[in-house]
């Protein structure tokens, strides 16, 4: 974890960031162990967001957690920031249709935000949760998303992949995912071919406003033990449908700032203003 230049209150979001990805309650001595900051500042940052709710102290087991009030919050930014509450009956009808996974993600800081999902008719074990974050160079939903940003847009956010290598199919470098992305916006949709886990294969699809604005993406996800990528193919016509139904219910939403520097001017938490189709 990097400190952050933003002061005091980006120091201790650097705090919870830190905190919530180690997936347990965790003791001082280990949050001290992988901070950037001295004790006594580690101390002070801890015991604020202790006060105010923001963390959760366990006298017992003398560890921190995520408090109640960040509960609280993510709710509200469920419903006020993502296009979740306005997809979630476009969600459902896809996932009978198909029998399959259903992604609905947006990109945070060049990120994967999985912000819903709906389980396959036979559920498979797989990295995707609503609220969990995952690599945009090696997912499908990432993948769309990249190919529909600006040109600044996407250079930034190229900037910010890892390349990381999950799978013997994984993209290794900006010049081979930049032709990829070529690809997708030509075609208008892609695939994750086993690139962030191995066997698991999806189709997805940018949820696009009538002036190309992205607001998020769409995908289908499987296992190559139940189908393969021409088969997820050919869900491509209903996958279009159900992104843009979901655009045209979004004409209210206030689109979310990605992270991603904004190139055109205007702010991206500005209301939607176009008609979509």
């Known amino acids: 974890m990097a400190a952050t230049g933003d002061g005091t209150v980006g120091k201790a979001l650097d705090v ?5 990805a180690f997936g347990r ?7 001290l ?15 604020t967001l202790t006060h105010q709710g923001m963390l ?18 993510a709710h509200a930014a469920w419903a006020q920031s993502t296009l979740a509450p306005v997809a979630r009956p476009y969600l459902d009808r896809l996932s009978a249709s198909v029998g399959e996974t259903v992604h609905l993600a947006q990109l945070d800081h060049a990120q994967v935000l999985y912000v819903d999902k709906r389980n396959a008719t036979r559920p498979i074990e797989m990295f995707s ?22 040109d600044p847009a996407q250079e930034a956010a190229l900037a ?8 013997a199919h994984t993209l290794r470098d900006a010049a081979s995912l930049r032709a990829e992305l070529v690809q997708i916006r030509a075609a208008g949709y892609g ?15 940018p949820i696009l406003t009538t002036g190309d604005r992205l607001l998020g993406a769409l995908s289908v996800t499987s296992t190559l033990r139940r189908t393969s990528l021409s088969g997820l193919e050919l869900l491509v016509p209903l996958l279009r449908d159900t992104a843009r139904q979901i655009a045209r219910d979004a004409q209210d939403w206030r689109f979310p700032d990605t992270g991603i520097p904004d190139t055109s001017g205007a702010a991206t938490a500005a209301p939607l203003k176009e008609k979509f189709a």
Request: glycine letters at 6%.
């Open 16 to 20: 919870l960031d830190q905190i919530a």
């Open 25 to 31: 309650p965790v003791r001082f001595s280990e949050l």
């Open 33 to 47: 162990d992988a901070s950037p900051y001295p004790k006594a500042t580690l101390y002070r940052l801890v015991q």
């Open 56 to 73: 959760a102290f366990d006298p017992d087991r003398q560890s921190y957690a995520p408090g109640v009030r960040l509960v609280r919050l």
């Open 129 to 150: 949760q609503a609220g969990k974050i995952g690599p945009a160079y090696c997912t499908g939903v990432g993948k769309v998303m990249l190919a529909f940003l600006d």
């Open 160 to 167: 910010q992949q890892s390349f990381h290598p999950f799978t």
């Open 191 to 205: 695939f994750d071919r086993e690139e962030h886990e191995p066997g698991i294969i999806c189709v997805a699809l």
